[in-house]
């Protein structure tokens, strides 16, 4: 009983180094991607994904777009990211989603979704909107269940393949 009380201690110990190696490991991987991201983007936030991965989110603003990307910090940056939003702004109270891309199930579009968001209240935009067509039929239930759990009005036209989404933060 004793022996079987000290492996487990041992195993605690050996899996809580094995957690602290590979969380020194994304630390490291962390400040070099974030030197390299900043090179060219505007680096937005240190977050964690669904997994508790960290990721850093950084974003290329012009005058009607914006593009918020994400990349993970297991891997090193090669100028690639893991996941994106580009959205434009239309008028002065409307953000609209042109495409969502990137890793799936990961919780990288969440994390984009968060920081859409607050780019949308810093720059005091109201809405957030955007499309489904019929390309994006394949998977529309995703996509209702992702908008849905991001507080976005989902409006789906199954006959005519094609829906509305509207966050709104009034």
């Known amino acids: 009983m004793v022996y079987s009380a000290f492996l487990q201690q ?25 030197k390299q991201i900043a090179k060219k983007s505007a680096v937005i936030s240190i977050d964690r994904a669904g997994d508790e991965q960290l990721v850093v989110v950084y974003a290329d ?15 090193p940056y090669r100028g690639k990211w893991h996941s994106a939003i580009q959205a434009e702004f239309k008028g002065e ?7 969502i891309k990137g890793e799936k199930n990961k919780g990288y579009g969440s994390v984009l979704m968060k920081h859409l968001k607050e780019v949308a209240r810093d720059e005091n935009v ?6 489904i067509v019929e390309r994006d039929f394949d998977h529309v239930n995703r ?11 989902v ?16």
Do not use: P
């Open 61 to 75: 603003k012009k005058e009607d777009t914006l593009q918020l990307m994400l990349h993970d910090c297991e891997s």
């Open 143 to 153: 996509l209702k269940h992702f908008y849905g759990k991001h507080d976005f009005d």
């Open 93 to 99: 109270d409307t953000l609209f989603i042109a495409d």
């Open 126 to 131: 109201q809405y957030i909107t955007g499309d």
């Open 155 to 170: 409006k789906i036209d199954h006959d005519e393949q094609c829906g509305v989404i509207v966050w709104n933060d009034g």
């Open 10 to 34: 041992e195993k605690g110990k050996a899996e809580l180094k094995e957690e602290l190696d590979a969380l020194e490991i994304q630390l490291a991987r962390m400040q070099n991607n974030i």
